[in-house]
């Protein structure tokens, strides 16, 4: 397991930086009117779709095994998850509107709907993210075609979610146990995430696209 789980963690770790998902959350614990409970809300959601998005990969990852050769399929995956975040970083450098401020300007627009419409705000959020999406794809491809038993890969895997899943679980969780002692600490990463969203987001995404091609090109058979 402890391979598998080197390979998976730098993915998961790239998976988890996302500026507008921690955004999301931090607007949400913000306001007014129960931010504890609409930020558990949004957590909740993105857990939800993330969870059906594993469930929904493992999926296709299998037929896909059982209908193909595994060196041409792994290759065909890792560098098909390279050429989008190849497309995602260029994207995200050309000045258009963000993730995080298309998600604020929703969560905004929010403000009097029930708690319940929020657990909708967090898995639409997660739905959209599609950098986070293709890093934890190319997670569960590794966790899908490990040697290791199912018990293994359950944990991994419930790692990989977990480790996902900390822009939205952080926050709620400081404000949780320390209340508005958390709020000056949140204030200031927020700050700095939100000025560097788009050089935070490219980077990842260069990165990791440069990462998968060449494990892409070395499992050409």
């Known amino acids: ?13 790239g998976a988890a930086v996302s500026p ?14 129960h931010p504890v409970s609409r930020g558990w809300a949004v957590a909740g959601g993105a857990a939800v779709m993330l969870i059906l998005y594993t469930l929904l990969g493992l999926t296709v990852l299998e037929h896909v095994v059982h209908r193909r050769g595994h060196s041409v399929t792994d290759a065909a995956i890792d560098l098909g998850a390279a050429l989008l975040l190849a497309l995602m970083a260029i994207r995200a450098l050309r000045r258009h509107p963000t993730a995080a401020e298309s998600h604020n300007r929703r969560a905004s627009r929010m403000v009097d709907e029930p708690t319940v419409s ?20 190319a997670a569960l ?34 404000v949780t146990v320390l209340g508005h002692k958390a709020d000056p600490a949140l204030s200031r990463v927020n700050e700095f995430v939100g000025r560097h969203a788009r050089e935070i987001t490219a980077g990842i995404e260069i990165v990791f696209c440069l990462v998968l091609l060449f494990k892409g090109i070395g499992e050409l058979p």
């Open 1 to 13: 397991m402890g391979a598998l789980l080197a390979t998976v963690l730098p993915l998961a770790l």
């Open 20 to 33: 507008a998902l921690f955004a999301l959350e931090v607007l949400v614990l913000s306001g007014r009117r």
């Open 118 to 137: 929020f657990w909708g705000l967090g898995a639409l959020a997660m739905l959209v993210n599609f950098s986070t999406l293709v890093l934890y794809l």
């Open 141 to 174: 491809h590794q966790i899908s075609h490990s040697s290791v038993d199912l018990a293994e890969k359950t944990v991994v895997g419930v790692i990989l979610i977990l480790i996902t899943l900390l822009p939205v679980l952080v926050p709620v969780l400081l």
